[in-house]
């Protein structure tokens, strides 16, 4: 934006009553029109980005970022997974929750979120170990398990945030499994 009122770009002159003008010629005047537009729908998206996050935030029970990770339990008959706490393949998320599921954004202000899970799926939740990462700063940490099987493991650097979720989470499923319907009343 700078580059739009670089004076060296911009031939001046003087008037006849002594005010000074700028003088364009039609291609430098179709380049600010050019600019000009790109910024007016960068500004309009920008705003829809900011309009997104404020109506997430102000829908969703709880929010915030957390490291990710996701493992499959193992199948009947297959070996156990890997030993893999070594592996740093943590990655950071804007997790929402919302209504009767689990958003997981890339970022706050993506208009979709890269996955979800209904709590209605949710089979299990509870503390992993905290650990040391490579920066020498302890991550605390919990899981979510899935009845299809996926793991979902997240931490945070605030043993807090970790266990607002994780109470939320419980809560949420006690609640959930208890509006279930046994399958003998079916």
């Given at each position: ?80 997974p890997l030993d893999d706490t070594d592996v740093d393949d ?97």
């Amino acid at each position: 934006m700078l580059n739009l009122f670089n004076l060296q770009r911009l031939s001046w002159g003087s008037s006849a009553d002594g005010q000074e003008k700028v003088e364009l010629s039609v291609t430098e005047l179709e380049s600010l029109r050019s600019e000009l537009a790109y910024l007016e729908e960068r500004e309009a998206h920008l705003k829809a980005q900011l309009e997104h996050v404020d109506e997430v935030l102000r829908s969703a029970r709880f929010s915030g970022y957390l490291y990710i990770r996701t493992r499959w339990t193992a199948l009947p008959g297959e070996p156990p997974p890997l030993d893999d706490t070594d592996v740093d393949d943590w990655l950071p998320r804007f997790v929402v929750l919302n209504g009767p599921c689990i958003f997981f954004y890339l970022l706050s202000t993506d208009f979709s979120p890269q996955d979800s899970t209904l709590l209605a799926d949710i089979v299990e939740v509870g503390s992993l170990p905290s650990f040391t990462r490579e920066h020498e700063e302890t991550l605390y940490s919990s899981y979510i398990l899935t009845r299809q099987g996926l793991r979902y493991e997240c931490s945070s650097v605030s043993e807090v945030q970790v266990d607002s979720w994780l109470k939320v989470l419980q809560t949420d499923i006690k609640l959930v499994s208890e509006t279930k319907v046994p399958s003998w009343f079916q």
